[in-house]
Antibody
Framework: QVQLVQSGAEVKRPGASVKVSCKASGYSFTTYAISWVRQTPGQGLEWMGWMSAYNGDTNYAQRFQGRVTMTTDTSTSTAYLELRGLRSDDTAIYYC??????????WGQGTLVTVSS | QSALTQPPSASGSPGQSVTISCTGTSSDVGGYNYVSWYQQHPGKAPKLIIYEVSKRPSGVPDRFSGSKSGNTASLTVSGLQAEDEADYYCGSYAGINNLRVFGGGTKLTVL
């Protein structure tokens, strides 16, 4: 069965960076893309960007450009999200999702990133 | 501020039907047939329940249906059940630059 398993919770200081991993199993990793979506406490979903696991193409939401990098390691079927210059309002649950034709059909369990001094 | 507008709450009694709207623009909802709906229970990850406006993934009950008219998409839940109580989010393709946008979410309460 399709599974996306994310890395554990992180606590970071303002200005630091965080790297979240998302290990996929149960399907051909390079056939799909990976989306990253975050959810701030008690708020809605925010699309951060997308990366093709087939050819490495990326597309980042404008508000994160310059601060975010998405990568994949096809040898381990793992996707990564790195967010730099963390601020308190980056405190959120970060989700990875398998994406095909603009729909996210399987989601990871989420990774809580807390930014606090 | 979310790109797509949803009512913050909706409610209905068991067995009734409820419809949740999702309003965008001609650059997203109105311009493409790539509207999705997601169900999220507290403490859980979102789950895809509708894609491409009206298609249901395997395993999603046919009580869930989607439609679109102009710049507004809608999710209808028929025959409400207690387990349908959750947050519902719409999402849409928004073109090659913005790519994807979500609504602010609607909390569905089963009375």
């Amino acid at each position: 069965q399709v599974q996306l398993v994310q890395s554990g919770a992180e606590v970071k200081r303002p200005g630091a960076s965080v790297k979240v991993s998302c290990k996929a199993s149960g399907y051909s990793f390079t056939t799909y893309a990976i989306s990253w979506v975050r959810q701030t406490p008690g708020q809605g979903l925010e699309w951060m960007g997308w990366m093709s696991a087939y050819n490495g193409d990326t597309n980042y939401a404008q508000r994160f450009q310059g601060r975010v990098t998405m990568t994949t390691d096809t040898s381990t079927s793992t996707a990564y999200l790195e967010l730099r210059g963390l601020r308190s309002d980056d405190t959120a649950i970060y989700y990875c999702a398998r994406e095909l034709e603009f729909k996210d059909d399987y989601w990871g369990q989420g990774t809580l990133v807390t930014v606090s001094s | 501020q979310s790109a797509l507008t949803q009512p913050p709450s909706a409610s209905g009694s068991p067995g009734q039907s409820v419809t949740i709207s999702c309003t965008g623009t001609s650059s997203d909802v109105g311009g493409y047939n790539y509207v999705s709906w997601y169900q999220q229970h507290p403490g859980k990850a979102p789950k895809l329940i509708i894609y491409e406006v009206s298609k249901r993934p395997s395993g999603v009950p046919d009580r869930f249906s989607g439609s679109k008219s102009g710049n507004t998409a809608s999710l209808t839940v028929s025959g409400l059940q207690a387990e349908d109580e959750a947050d519902y989010y719409c999402g849409s393709y928004a073109g090659i630059n913005n790519l994807r946008v979500f609504g602010g979410g609607t909390k569905l309460t089963v009375l």
